[in-house]
């Protein structure tokens, strides 16, 4: 049973860092696709950056250059760090996974069955 926890939200003020951590289990590592969303209040859920199975990444522009996706296959983890917070980064972050989805499709929703519970990360200005 594919099962994911996140941690490490919180409130933080603009300019300052957070990082979250997913930890994962029921699937190898190396045959997921792994990823971060996010949902704020009235606004659909985005793709914020994700790994594809070999390691290959893919960020959204709104977060490039100043959040890093990582994962851990050892500790079967996933972290986000997100530096340069700004108010538009508020929201309810998710982590997900699925096998195996193709690069181009890495941050849309759709293609991820497994999600976990959520963290909220409040940034204010």
Do not use: H
């Not at 003020?13 to 979250?20: V, Y």
């Not at 994962?71 to 700004?86: G, I, P």
């Amino acid at each position: 049973q594919v099962q994911l926890v996140e941690s490490g939200g919180g409130s933080v003020q603009s300019g300052g860092s957070l990082r979250l951590s997913c930890v994962t289990s029921g699937f190898t590592a190396n045959t997921y696709s792994v990823g971060w969303f996010r949902q704020a209040p009235g606004k659909e859920r985005e793709g914020v950056a994700a790994i594809g199975n070999y390691g290959t990444t893919r960020y959204a522009d709104s977060v490039n250059g100043r959040f890093t996706i990582s994962r851990d296959n050892a500790k079967n983890t996933l972290t986000l760090q997100m530096n340069s917070l700004k108010p538009e980064d508020t929201a309810m972050y998710y982590c997900a996974a699925d096998r195996s989805v193709q690069w181009r499709l890495l941050l849309r929703s759709s293609e991820y069955r497994y999600w976990g519970q959520g963290t909220q990360v409040t940034v204010s200005s």
